[in-house]
């Protein structure tokens, strides 16, 4: 970060460029934003690298004024009811990574 900030104050931009688009946070720069992330992509990244992956969707908090709860609470019906398809509405979602290694070494089936 300190290297790119002295670039940036001696010559007014920065040459470094985010090798992936769909970082979310650069550990060079430290560069933050958010961006669309291919999960088909991240699950063959680290089924890869050996691990185990499921990739559930998260739901709302269902806190806030009565519209807004009732709202919010469809919408988590709607997610449970599709599945991973319920990835499209969620607020968010949990990748879960198990090292296939470390499963087979505790003794967990595949």
């Known amino acids: ?5 002295t670039e940036y104050v001696e010559t007014g931009h920065v040459s470094y460029q ?7 946070c650069d ?3 430290g560069n933050w934003c958010e961006h669309l992330i ?7 990244e680290l089924k890869g690298i ?3 992956v499921k990739i559930h969707p998260g739901i709302y908090h269902t806190s ?5 709860s009732r709202f919010k609470k469809a ?26 290694k470390r499963r087979d070494a505790i003794g967990e089936t595949h």
């Not at 985010?18 to 979310?24: A, G, L």
């Not at 919408?75 to 296939?100: F, K």
């Open 27 to 29: 550990p060079i720069t």
């Open 18 to 24: 985010i090798n992936h688009p769909t970082n979310t």
């Open 75 to 100: 919408l988590n019906r709607a997610i449970a009811m599709l599945g991973n398809q319920g990835l499209i509405v969620a607020p968010y979602y949990v990748v879960e990574a198990c090292s296939i």
């Open 1 to 5: 970060i300190r290297g790119v900030v």
């Open 64 to 68: 806030g004024t009565d519209i807004k």
């Open 50 to 52: 050996g691990y185990s």
């Open 38 to 44: 291919d999960l088909e992509w991240l699950e063959s």
